[in-house]
């Protein structure tokens, strides 16, 4: 029998987002931590989570207070700046968090700026707020040309501002000069205040302030020396920013589903509005805490995995690919002539990737030793038979 549902106007056609989940021995397409948690972690998890399970017939905490408390003492640990905990907000992972700040600051009407190439889900995002999505390219070496984006801002007058640093899928950090540069864009060139809002002198509705979101979800796997954005919201600065981290990737904590949120007390206040009622379960919220509890171990394999990173640039350099420097836990590769054909001998190799980011290029997640040995194995296979294209010469280029 036919059915015909009413389904909302710009879902025709849409499919569902999602890397392919293929059963591979070598899996290095989603950015995944390869090591999972030590036996004592998994025991201190499962011991918060049956203690918060005896509560399970009530509502957990709407507000995670002591979440939050946590998640500001490993922050001022990892990039030095105390933040009080109501500037702090988690949800299921910093999908939702991206969510709630379209929600509360999008819509119908208003328009989300972004920089390409860049994630793949900050569309979605903005479809499923009904935000109009616009985007700039990046500079050939993916960072920001601030000048540029300051027209952009002055342009369009966003709401929300989303920058990603380190960037997916090119691992690009920008530095702290230029964020401060488009925060400083972005003073004034937000939409038209709504009725109730902050006005103009004379009474009538002014311009906003743009949101801007820097996300961090690989702040932890930056090179030494390469500072947060975290630094530009200590002593109550810049009240318009909002910067993202995840417990996914450095972590090693993907299945826990933990995004969070560093921003002024303002900006998180405007979140806890759109947020649906207890929105992280009890058993989120203990084993997050628990999770906390260890950081030092889960965190213990972020420099060997920055080795490997480095290691592997160099190695694809070596092999006469273009490599580009990440402060992510991926690296970025190419370019070839058929990228596509080089994803499909890897995989007949059990080796997945990502065929994601500019044309020609592909993207692999950093793994274990001896998976990072099963890639280079695999790939050296393949460009006996594909090798990467030659670049154009810097005329020829756009």
Same mark, same amino acid.
């Given at each position: 029998?036919?059915?015909?549902?009413?389904?909302?106007?710009?879902?025709?056609?849409?499919?569902?987002?999602g !890397?392919?989940?293929?059963?591979?021995?070598?899996?290095?397409?989603?950015?995944?931590?390869?090591?999972?948690?030590?036996?004592?972690?998994? *025991?201190?998890i499962?011991?918060?989570? &049956?203690?918060?399970?005896?509560?399970?017939?009530?509502y957990?905490?709407?507000?995670?207070p %002591?979440?939050? /408390?946590?998640?500001?003492?490993?922050?001022?640990?990892?990039?030095?700046?105390?933040?009080?905990?109501t500037?702090?907000?988690?949800?299921?992972?910093?999908?939702?968090?991206?969510?709630?700040?379209?929600?509360?600051?999008?819509?119908?009407?208003?328009?989300?700026?972004?920089?390409?190439?860049?994630?793949?889900? $900050?569309?979605?995002? !903005?479809?499923?707020?009904?935000?109009? $999505? &616009?985007?700039?390219?990046?500079?050939?070496?993916?960072?920001?040309?601030?000048?540029?984006? &300051?027209?952009?801002?002055?342009?369009?007058?966003?709401?929300?501002?989303?920058?990603?640093?380190?960037?997916?899928?090119?691992?690009?950090?920008?530095?702290?000069?230029?964020?401060?540069?488009?925060?400083?864009?972005?003073?004034?060139?937000?939409?038209?205040?709504?009725?109730?809002?902050?006005?103009?002198?004379? @009474?009538?509705?002014?311009?906003t302030?743009?949101v801007?979101?820097?996300?961090?979800? $690989? /702040? *932890?796997?930056?090179?030494? @020396?390469?500072?947060?954005?975290?630094?530009?919201?200590?002593?109550?600065?810049?009240? #318009?920013?909002?910067?993202?981290?995840?417990?996914?990737?450095?972590?090693?904590?993907?299945?826990?589903?933990?995004?969070?949120?560093? !921003?002024?007390?303002?900006?998180?206040?405007?979140?806890?509005?759109?947020r649906? =009622? $207890?929105?992280?379960?009890?058993?989120?919220?203990?084993?997050?805490? /628990?999770?906390?509890? #260890?950081?030092?171990?889960?965190?213990?394999?972020?420099?060997?995995?920055?080795?490997?990173?480095?290691?592997?640039?160099?190695?694809?350099?070596?092999?006469?690919?273009?490599? #580009?420097?990440? %402060?992510?836990?991926?690296?970025?590769? @190419?370019?070839?002539e058929?990228?596509?054909?080089?994803?499909?001998?890897?995989?007949?190799?059990?080796?997945?990737?990502?065929?994601?980011? =500019?044309?020609?290029?592909?993207?692999?997640?950093?793994?274990?030793?001896?998976?990072m040995?099963?890639?280079?194995?695999?790939?050296?296979?393949?460009?006996?038979?594909?090798?990467?294209?030659?670049?154009?010469? /810097?005329?020829?280029?756009?």
């Amino acid at each position: 029998m036919s059915i015909s549902l009413p389904l909302r106007p710009g879902l025709e056609g849409e499919t569902p987002y999602g !890397a392919p989940e293929l059963d591979v021995p070598v899996r290095l397409n989603v950015n995944e931590n390869p090591y999972p948690p030590s036996p004592a972690v998994i *025991e201190s998890i499962a011991t918060a989570v &049956a203690q918060a399970a005896t509560g399970l017939n009530r509502y957990p905490e709407r507000d995670f207070p %002591d979440l939050r /408390a946590a998640l500001a003492d490993y922050l001022a640990a990892e990039s030095g700046g105390r933040l009080d905990p109501t500037r702090i907000w988690a949800a299921n992972g910093s999908n939702e968090i991206m969510l709630h700040v379209l929600q509360a600051f999008g819509g119908p009407g208003r328009t989300c700026l972004t920089f390409t190439p860049t994630y793949s889900m $900050y569309p979605e995002y !903005a479809r499923d707020t009904l935000t109009e $999505y &616009a985007t700039r390219p990046r500079r050939a070496d993916f960072t920001i040309d601030a000048e540029g984006a &300051a027209a952009a801002i002055e342009e369009l007058h966003p709401a929300v501002v989303v920058l990603a640093s380190p960037n997916n899928p090119t691992g690009t950090a920008l530095p702290l000069a230029d964020i401060q540069a488009i925060l400083g864009s972005a003073r004034g060139n937000g939409p038209i205040a709504t009725v109730g809002a902050r006005g103009g002198g004379d @009474g009538r509705p002014g311009r906003t302030d743009c949101v801007v979101v820097i996300d961090e979800a $690989y /702040a *932890e796997f930056r090179r030494p @020396g390469v500072p947060s954005a975290l630094e530009l919201l200590v002593d109550g600065a810049n009240p #318009h920013l909002a910067v993202t981290r995840t417990m996914s990737k450095a972590f090693g904590a993907a299945g826990l589903r933990l995004g969070y949120l560093a !921003a002024s007390r303002e900006l998180v206040d405007a979140l806890r509005v759109v947020r649906l =009622p $207890y929105h992280l379960s009890a058993l989120t919220q203990a084993a997050a805490l /628990a999770a906390l509890d #260890h950081r030092e171990e889960l965190m213990g394999q972020v420099a060997s995995l920055r080795s490997e990173r480095d290691a592997l640039v160099a190695w694809l350099r070596g092999r006469g690919c273009t490599a #580009h420097e990440s %402060d992510a836990n991926f690296v970025l590769f @190419g370019p070839f002539e058929d990228r596509d054909a080089v994803f499909a001998a890897l995989l007949e190799r059990g080796v997945l990737i990502r065929v994601v980011g =500019p044309e020609g290029y592909l993207r692999v997640s950093i793994g274990t030793p001896d998976e990072m040995e099963a890639f280079r194995s695999a790939l050296d296979g393949v460009l006996a038979g594909t090798g990467p294209r030659a670049p154009r010469a /810097a005329a020829e280029r756009p």
